[in-house]
């Protein structure tokens, strides 16, 4: 017991008197942080060059991954601290604990997504279908860009269409996928449409939730 009461001692002196900062607030810049990575990454890749495109993949992935475990360390760290606005501060710690399951999922949808973006053999889309999921993934990114800003209370949030442009993208993707519905080609762009499909409904829920 005398070792247990020990350890919570030296954490709540870490917590509480070596950061600069209270753990809620670094666990929501380090959240927002992962929103704004994340819609980078829906751009991804920018350079047409493969090696230099998968190089900045994986770097984004590496801190996005990181950023995950750091918000569990800062929720773990914030009912050590007692603060006037501790009620606050824990409802900011569910409310982000509740949202990180999803948005790692949108994490690793975008990550299965990313190949038709860089159009890995296996993984090319026609023309109109990669130019109609650009235009997606920019609104995609503009939602985590938005939510991020509406988060930190800094200035005004873009507003976001997503699930308009995903019916816009659905026709283009569905009007190139009407034929021998048995082609390796349409089954294909039928797998590629209920991934996005779900990353959309990610996106949005998140935007609700958080």
Do not use: C
């Not at 209370?153 to 993707?173: I, P």
């Not at 996928?177 to 779900?198: M, P, V």
Request: proline content about 4%; glycine content about 4%.
């Amino acid at each position: 017991m005398t070792g247990i009461f020990l350890g919570l001692l030296v954490m709540w002196l870490s917590f509480d008197h070596v950061w600069a900062e209270p753990a809620v607030i670094v666990m929501k810049k380090t959240f927002t942080s992962t929103l704004r990575l994340l819609a980078e990454f829906a751009k991804e890749p920018l350079s047409r060059d493969l090696r230099e495109a998968v190089t900045r993949s994986y770097s984004l992935r590496e801190m996005i991954d990181k950023n995950f475990d750091s918000v569990r360390t800062f929720a773990d760290a914030i009912p050590l601290e007692f603060a006037a606005s501790r009620e606050q501060d824990l409802a900011w710690r569910n409310r982000i604990l509740q949202a990180q399951p999803q948005l790692r999922l949108l994490f690793l949808t975008r990550i299965a997504l990313w190949k038709y973006r860089a159009r890995l053999p296996g993984f090319e889309l026609p023309p109109p279908v990669y130019e109609a999921l650009q235009e997606f993934d920019d609104e995609s990114a503009k939602v985590l860009h938005s939510l991020a800003t509406r988060m930190e209370g800094t200035g005004k949030a873009q507003q976001a269409d997503l699930q308009g442009t995903f019916e816009r993208f659905e026709q283009v993707v569905r009007s190139h996928s009407s034929g021998d519905s048995g082609s390796a080609a349409t089954l294909q762009l039928q797998a590629f449409l209920q991934l996005t499909n779900r990353l959309k409904d990610l996106a949005i829920s998140l935007n609700e939730q958080v």
